[in-house]
């Protein structure tokens, strides 16, 4: 697939490396409660992940992406 798509790919990995970058970030996340990291995790990360949601879709809606491409059920999948 990143043969094929590299940009797709690229973006959907730099997303997601931030996400998971997140908690490494934290230098006191061992003083917050598991409701507390909750909270912080959704609130840094709810944003990236609806554009990244934004990102895939919009592919779809211009019909730029074929359904059942390799691509399209790569993006339905995630």
């Known amino acids: ?7 797709h790919v690229r973006f959907v990995l ?6 998971y ?11 917050l409660t598991p409701e507390q990291r909750l909270l912080r995790h959704q609130a840094e ?5 609806m554009a990244r949601e ?5 592919p779809f809606g211009e019909q730029a992406i074929e359904s ?3 691509l399209g059920a790569a993006i339905r999948t995630m």
Do not use: G
């Open 54 to 58: 934004r990102w895939m879709q919009a």
């Open 21 to 31: 970058r997140i908690p490494t970030r934290a230098p006191a996340k061992r003083a």
């Open 45 to 49: 990360n709810t944003p990236r992940m």
């Open 1 to 7: 697939m990143a043969e094929t798509f590299p940009e």
């Open 14 to 19: 730099e997303a997601l490396r931030e996400v």
């Open 68 to 70: 059942k491409s390799a």
